[in-house]
DNA sequence: CGTGAAACTTGAGGCTC
DNA sequence: GAGCCTCAAGTTTCACG
C-alpha cells in the first residue's frame, strides 16, 4: 500500500477528471496507457480508489437546502448505535462522531426549510437521539472532491 | 433545466459509477448510448453535473485525521471577506457560512493531530477570525457521494 | 514498463418518428 | 424535440517482449 510519486500524481488527475483517459494521464505523468490503467487497477484494489462518481450541483436536482446538526445522544451511546439511528434517513449524506459535547454532527440535504423541520423532526424521534442542534447552511464558500471519501451506502469507519 | 425520470436515473447511475459507459447507462435505463451521451452532454451544459471525480480513501494518501472547526470573526464580517481568510489554507476541503452562532463551519483534512494543531494557529492569525471552536472526527460514519456538489479551487456560493 | 492488435466506446453525421 | 443507426476516430484491454 506504499504509494509513489507516480501514483500520487495519478490520483490527482483523477480527482480532477475522473473520466480522463488512461493515455491523457500517461502524456502527463510520462506513461503509457497500459502502465497508467495497471496503476489505477492496483489503487482500486488496495483501496486507495474507492470509486468514480460524478459532481453534482444538487440544486439543480431539487436539494435547495442543508444544515449541519448536532446529535446529543442519552449517556454512553456507541458509534454502532448512533449509525442504527441515523443510516435510514436519505437525507444524511455524512455523518461522523466527534470530540466535544455532541455525540455526532450530521450533515443533510433537503428540499427546503419545511424539508428540515420534518427531517429534524424524525431524526428527534429516533430512541437514542434526545437533543438536536442545527446550522443551517447559508452559502457554501469552498468544496473539494477530497471531501467525499467514502462509497454510498456501506459505513467506512475511519478508525 | 427541467429534468425527467430518465436523466434522474442517468445522473443516479453516474453517481454510483462515475466512469460508466454510455451503452451500459443506456442498458439499465432503455436508451441507445448516443442518447444518453445527449443527456450527459445537457446536463454538464447545464450545470446539473458538473464534472466527474475519483472518490479516494484520503487516509491511504496520508490524511489521518480530520475536524469540523467553527470560525467566529468580528462583528459584521461579509461571506467574501471569510472565504478571502481561508482560501489559502490547504486543508479546508469544504466551508459554509452558517445560521446560528458561530460565522463559519470549515471541515480541514489533516495528516495527524499535530498537523491539525499548526492549522488552527495558522487560521487564528487571519485577521477576521476571533475565535475557533474545534471538533475532531472520531469516526466517520456515512458519507455518500452527493456530499461534494462542487469543483476543486473555485469558490461556489450556492446562494 | 512498453508495444501492438482486437474489442469496445465515443462522437458526429444524417434519418425517422 | 428526441431517439436510433452508422461509421470513423479514439480508448480500453490483453498477450507478449
Redesign the pocket.
Known amino acids: 500500500m506504499r504509494l509513489d510519486e507516480?501514483d500520487r500524481r495519478i490520483v490527482a488527475h483523477l480527482l480532477e477528471d475522473g473520466?480522463?483517459?488512461?493515455?491523457?494521464?500517461?502524456d502527463r505523468v510520462?506513461?503509457?496507457?497500459?502502465?497508467?490503467?495497471?496503476?489505477?487497477?492496483r489503487l482500486r484494489a488496495e483501496g486507495v480508489i474507492t470509486g468514480f462518481a460524478a459532481v453534482v450541483e444538487p440544486a439543480a436536482l431539487g436539494w435547495g437546502a442543508e444544515a449541519f446538526i448536532e446529535i446529543f445522544c442519552t449517556g454512553a451511546t456507541s458509534p454502532d448505535e448512533i449509525y442504527s439511528s441515523i443510516r435510514n434517513h436519505p437525507e444524511v449524506v455524512a455523518a461522523y462522531t466527534v470530540s466535544g459535547d455532541a455525540s455526532a454532527l450530521v450533515h443533510v440535504r433537503v428540499r427546503d426549510i419545511q424539508h428540515l423541520e420534518q427531517t429534524l423532526e424524525r431524526l428527534r424521534r429516533e430512541d437514542n437521539i434526545t437533543a438536536t442542534k442545527t446550522a443551517i447552511v447559508l452559502s457554501r464558500l469552498i468544496g473539494r472532491p477530497t471531501d467525499t471519501p467514502a462509497r454510498p451506502t456501506e459505513p467506512v469507519r475511519t478508525s
Open positions: 507516480l473520466r480522463a483517459s488512461y493515455a491523457q494521464i500517461g510520462g506513461l503509457s496507457a497500459p502502465a497508467v490503467k495497471r496503476r489505477v487497477d
